[in-house]
Each structure stands twice: as structure tokens, then as C-alpha cells.
């Protein structure tokens, strides 16, 4: 198992899957953004990995803005 550090990666920084390392306006650490297709965008500190390939578990993260509420009732998941 491994944990990924993203707090101490530079602005910019690019991590796996194109993410890029931003400062969260949550608390002010880095941390990679992520946008979810309800509108959701966290930012993740830190994520362990199970497996190689397998999905990543976010440990430690700030959810800064929620899910759109007219384009969720427009894409039915
Ligand atoms: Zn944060």
C-alpha cells in the first residue's frame, strides 16, 4: 500500500492523470484538483493506492464546491 503526499508537490505540478497541484482555498495546502460531472471540485492532500491500477482512495481531502443542481437534474447518472 502507498500514500501519496500531494501537500509538499509545487504549484502546477502535474500528477497522474493530467491533475494539476493547486493551492486549496479550503486551507491553503496544495493538493491536486479534481472535478467531478455533478459540478463537484475537491482538492486532494493525500490518496493511498491499493494496488497498482487500481483506484486511488483519497485520505485526506476538501470537497470547495458542490454538485450544479440544474446540470445534475439534466444528466441522469
Ligand atoms: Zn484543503
Same mark, same amino acid.
Given at each position: @500500500?502507498? &500514500?501519496?503526499?500531494?501537500?509538499? +508537490?509545487?504549484?502546477? /505540478?502535474?500528477? #497522474? =492523470? #493530467? ?11 496544495? $493538493?491536486?484538483?479534481? #472535478?467531478?460531472?455533478? $459540478?463537484?471540485?475537491?482538492? !486532494? ?5 491499493? +494496488?497498482? $491500477? @487500481? !483506484? =486511488?482512495?483519497? &485520505?485526506?481531502?476538501?470537497?470547495? /464546491? $458542490?454538485?450544479?443542481?440544474?446540470? /445534475?437534474? /439534466?444528466?441522469? =447518472?
Amino acid at each position: @500500500m502507498e &500514500t501519496l503526499d500531494f501537500t509538499r +508537490l509545487p504549484l502546477g /505540478a502535474l500528477v #497522474s =492523470s #493530467s491533475r494539476t497541484v493547486i493551492r486549496c482555498p479550503q486551507c491553503r495546502r496544495h $493538493g491536486v484538483l479534481e #472535478s467531478y460531472r455533478d $459540478g463537484t471540485r475537491v482538492c !486532494v492532500h493525500a490518496e493511498t493506492k491499493t +494496488l497498482p $491500477g @487500481m !483506484v =486511488s482512495l483519497p &485520505t485526506d481531502r476538501c470537497e470547495f /464546491a $458542490g454538485p450544479r443542481a440544474a446540470l /445534475a437534474a /439534466a444528466t441522469p =447518472s
